[in-house]
C-alpha cells in the first residue's frame, strides 16, 4: 500500500487515536480526503468522520453513504476556555499511546495543539519533524527557540530558515537560548540591537563567548 506523505504511515492501519489526533486541528481538506479513501472499509474511522464536526460536509456524506446512516448535523461550536483545556489534555494522552511513525506524520500535518505538545518530544526526528510543518507560524517558531528543552539540532534548522531569522523576535529569541551552540549564535549577534547586546552581555546563562562578543560589538558602535 502507499505511504502518506512518505514517512512510514500508511493511513489504513493508522490508529483510530492518531486519525482522531491529526483531524482534531487538521482544517486540511485533502488530508480528510485521503483519510476516507484509506479508511472505506473501516467502520470505526468512517463514523469518526462522519460524526466530527471538524470534518468538511462532503466528506462527511461520503462516510455516511458508506455506513448507510444518517448524515450528522454536527457544527462546531465556539469554545469556552475549560473545554479547550480538555481537549488540550485529551490530545496529549492521544499523542502519548502513538507510534514514532504516527508521531512524526501528526508533527508534520497537525493543528498548532499537536505541534506544542510534539515540540517538547524526546524524540529528535519527532522535533525536527514539527519544525517541517508547512502550518508552523513565526510565533511559534520563536517561542520553540525560546525553550530550554528543544534539542540544539532544531535550534540549528531554525537558523537554517531565512524567512524565520527575518523575524527579529525569533533571531533574539535563538541567540538567547543556551541550548544554542556558540558557532552559530556568535555570528546572529551583529543583526542585535544595542540594548538587546547590552543585555545578553550579563546573561550567565549563555556561553562567555557569546557574551564577550556582545560587548565588543556595543562598543564598537559606540565608537569607543
Do not use: C
Not at 542585535?192 to 556595543?218: F, G, P, Q
Request: positive net charge.
Amino acid at each position: 500500500m502507499e505511504e502518506q506523505k512518505g514517512i512510514g504511515v500508511d493511513l489504513s492501519i493508522a490508529s483510530k487515536e492518531m486519525i482522531e489526533a491529526l483531524i482534531s486541528e487538521s482544517g486540511e481538506p485533502s488530508l480528510f480526503e485521503e483519510v476516507l479513501k484509506a479508511n472505506t472499509r473501516r467502520h470505526d474511522i468512517l463514523r469518526l468522520l462522519a460524526e466530527s464536526p471538524y470534518t468538511p460536509e462532503n466528506i462527511r456524506e461520503d462516510a455516511a453513504k458508506i455506513l448507510q446512516i444518517p448524515v450528522e448535523v454536527s457544527a462546531l461550536l465556539e469554545e469556552t476556555e475549560e473545554a479547550a483545556e480538555q481537549r488540550t489534555q485529551t490530545l496529549l494522552q492521544k499523542v502519548q499511546g502513538l507510534t514514532v511513525a504516527e508521531k512524526r506524520l501528526l508533527a508534520m500535518r497537525g493543528g498548532r495543539e499537536a505541534r506544542s505538545i510534539l515540540i517538547k518530544d524526546t524524540n529528535k526526528q519527532i522535533v525536527m519533524a514539527v519544525l517541517d510543518n508547512p502550518k508552523i507560524k513565526e510565533p511559534e517558531v520563536e517561542m520553540f527557540a525560546r525553550s530550554r528543552s528543544i534539542p540544539d539540532e532544531a535550534l540549528r534548522a531554525i537558523t537554517r530558515t531565512k524567512e524565520w531569522m527575518k523575524n527579529y523576535g525569533v533571531l533574539l529569541a535563538v541567540v538567547s537560548n543556551p541550548k544554542t551552540p556558540a558557532g552559530v549564535a556568535v555570528p546572529l549577534l551583529y543583526g542585535l540591537k544595542i540594548k538587546d547586546l547590552a543585555s545578553l552581555e550579563k546573561n550567565r546563562n549563555i556561553a562567555e563567548v557569546i557574551r564577550t562578543t556582545a560587548k565588543k560589538i556595543v562598543q564598537a558602535r559606540k565608537g569607543r
